[in-house]
């Protein structure tokens, strides 16, 4: 009788362990699936102020243009002693931060000049070698990276010196063949080779584009300095990183004709501060007491007053 009720007492023991194992792992799923559906609706709140911040930019530089507000050319458009709208940054392009507020979080917007960086299509041999240059690139590497993108975008198989063609590609554990043709966006400089992604999105993605400049008279794509960012002006004049930084901190609080002097001195045609035909808008939502960010970006051609197309779209999980 004994025996039986100690072993009865040993069955209780496991069964109840049992039962606290299950009840544990129950409590654990659901803390689990309560922060993931939390995550996920921050997640999407955050898409939606991003969404929000991206339409209210282009809506705003639209509607400036539209009404002819276009003053930031004339020596009195600026009052030092008063900070610029958001409206007035964006509608110079220059890739400068503006935060606003929107419900239980809001987003950040930045409106790149696509004018204002170097046409990888178009650009001159010479010059993409000095790019590579200005910006302190190993002599070999930027030789290599230069014969590389130029056997990419033009139409024959001939390799140059340090070049590469399809055969090289066709190695590769992943084989594609070399384009030999222009890019079609600025991210297949991603194919070539000796490009990362590292080095992509922390210099050449601020450097290069696509999408066509202001046309010189000479009929070649001329670089907007009005709107260029440190690394391009740095990548053109062939100044340090610090110098083009104050370059534009100084450009930033001058109107249009003081800044482009600013730019005479460095034996450039500065460009124009106007509103910029072809935009790049990011804008990066968030949502109050939390870390979840979402981001979108997209390249807007602006044809007219009062109208724009979309040329390239891009959402991020997360900020990158």
Do not use: C
Request: proline letters at 6%; glycine letters at 8%.
């Amino acid at each position: 009788m004994k025996n039986e009720r100690g072993l009865v007492l040993v069955v209780v023991l496991w069964a109840l362990m049992a039962l606290m194992v299950l009840a544990f792992e129950l409590s654990r799923t659901m803390r689990v699936e309560a922060l993931t559906a939390l995550t996920h609706e921050q997640e999407t709140r955050a898409y939606y102020l991003a969404q929000a911040g991206f339409h209210r930019a282009l809506h705003a530089i639209l509607r400036a243009v539209q009404l002819g507000q276009d003053a930031l050319n004339t020596p009195d458009a600026l009052d030092p002693s008063a900070p610029l709208e958001p409206v007035e940054i964006w509608l110079r392009g220059d890739g400068r931060w503006v935060r606003e507020t929107f419900g239980a979080g809001g987003y950040r917007v930045r409106v790149s000049d696509e004018g204002g960086k170097i046409n990888i299509n178009t650009v001159a041999e010479d010059a993409l070698r000095a790019v590579f240059t200005h910006l302190d690139f190993e002599p070999e590497w930027g030789e290599a990276l230069t014969d590389a993108i130029l056997d990419w975008r033009d139409p024959d198989p001939l390799e140059r010196l340090n070049g590469v063609e399809s055969d090289y590609y066709l190695s590769l554990p992943l084989p594609y063949p070399a384009k030999d043709g222009p890019f079609d966006t600025p991210d297949e400089l991603l194919l070539v080779r000796g490009i990362s992604r590292r080095l992509y999105d922390r210099v050449l993605t601020d450097v290069f584009t696509v999408y066509g400049g202001r046309r010189g008279a000479d009929g070649a794509d001329k670089t907007n300095l009005m709107t260029a960012g440190p690394v391009v002006l740095q990548a053109i004049l062939g100044i340090g990183a610090e110098e083009a930084a104050e370059l534009v901190q100084q450009r930033s609080e001058m109107s249009g004709p003081d800044a482009s002097s600013l730019l005479v001195a460095y034996g450039q045609s500065p460009g124009s501060l106007s509103p910029p035909s072809v935009m790049t808008i990011e804008s990066v939502g968030f949502v109050d007491d939390s870390e979840v960010t979402r981001r979108v970006a997209g390249v807007a051609e602006r044809p007219g007053a009062g109208r724009f197309r979309l040329l390239r779209w891009q959402d991020w999980k997360r900020e990158s």
